[in-house]
């Protein structure tokens, strides 16, 4: 117990000093720029290229070692696009450190409190704790699509209208940050200032459907790419394809409430042996010791948390309908 603490304690006086060295240093780069911009800065030159102090920045990410574990693997562009999609602006490192941090919380406090024979649940219980941020953001991920596909018919009717008005298509992407809230009006914000700065309207497109992985953005900027080459009136193709998209969404709730029954009974199978094991742990804990202290026991338990998992994605698979 007393080891856990330690490498618990070391761990937050590693965050804290890391935070408080970070802060200083933004607060000095925030000067350095403040300074350039006043004039008040002096320019020195180096091998005959002049180098403007507070305009170059060499920003160096905490934690190298987590870095490079997540670049060998090729893990960090995945956890930046999901971070992203999230809506959420933490860095890798740092969601890294946040699941980290949660696992030792959680196996810290669970160490301290079951008893000696238990100690090897706090390794299921850290492992658990540790997850917390990952659905966390993958919930927002799930909550953050689900209320851009709800706006983005909307959307769609505004740039036909915007165009049919005499806008330009680009000038109308712009009038959606005014106009619809987040997260489609900084989407699309942002997709007008790329191709507002040299970015091609094509590319500009494409990593809006990538920064928004749904079928209906990629409806949208196959048809406008597709428009693009071929002609035609773009605003009564996005006039057809808002309404093709608000009845795909209309079928996918009338499916999700038919549905309905199906996920809880998943949900609730799922729940139930996990219920008895907590209600084992209070009514008969010796019979729980078995399975954390004996080796056949071990060998059970892991294997009936396996089945459990792959029945609950089956049952997820069954209910699962994609229009």
Request: net charge positive.
């Amino acid at each position: 117990m007393n080891f856990v603490l330690i490498v618990v304690a070391i761990w937050l006086a590693a965050m804290a000093i890391w935070w408080l060295v970070s802060k200083f240093a933004r607060s000095s780069d925030v000067d350095k720029i403040k300074s350039r911009l006043a004039g008040t800065n002096k320019a020195k030159k180096e091998k005959g290229t002049v180098v403007a102090k507070g305009l170059i920045r060499t920003e160096k990410s905490a934690g190298h070692i987590i870095d490079s574990f997540l670049k060998k693997y090729r893990l960090q562009g995945r956890i930046a696009e999901l971070l992203e999609q999230a809506g959420l602006k933490w860095h890798p490192t740092r969601f890294i450190h946040a699941c980290l941090g949660a696992f030792l919380g959680g196996f810290g406090v669970a160490w301290m409190i079951l008893p000696g024979d238990l100690h090897q649940a706090a390794w299921i219980i850290g492992a658990a704790a540790g997850a917390a941020p990952i659905l966390f953001a993958i919930r927002k991920r799930k909550a953050r699509l689900h209320k851009f596909e709800e706006i983005f018919p909307d959307a769609l009717e505004f740039v036909a209208r915007s165009m049919r008005a005499g806008h330009a298509f680009s000038v109308s992407l712009e009038m959606i940050h005014r106009e619809f809230p987040e997260p489609v009006a900084g989407e699309f914000r942002r997709t007008f200032e790329e191709h507002n700065l040299g970015l091609p309207l094509d590319v500009a497109l494409q990593k809006l459907g990538k920064r928004v992985p749904s079928l209906d953005v990629h409806f949208f900027v196959s048809a406008v790419l597709l428009q693009k080459r071929t002609g035609g009136n773009l605003a009564e193709i996005l006039d057809k394809l808002a309404y093709v998209i608000r009845e795909r969404f209309k079928l996918r709730g009338r499916i999700r409430a038919v549905s309905a029954h199906g996920k809880m009974t998943a949900t609730a199978l799922s729940l139930i042996p996990v219920a008895v094991a907590v209600l084992m742990f209070f009514v008969n804990p010796d019979y729980v010791r078995f399975f954390f202290t004996d080796e056949v026991g071990n060998i059970m338990m892991a294997s009936a948390v396996g089945l459990q998992l792959i029945g609950y994605g089956i049952m997820k698979k069954i209910v699962k309908i994609e229009v």
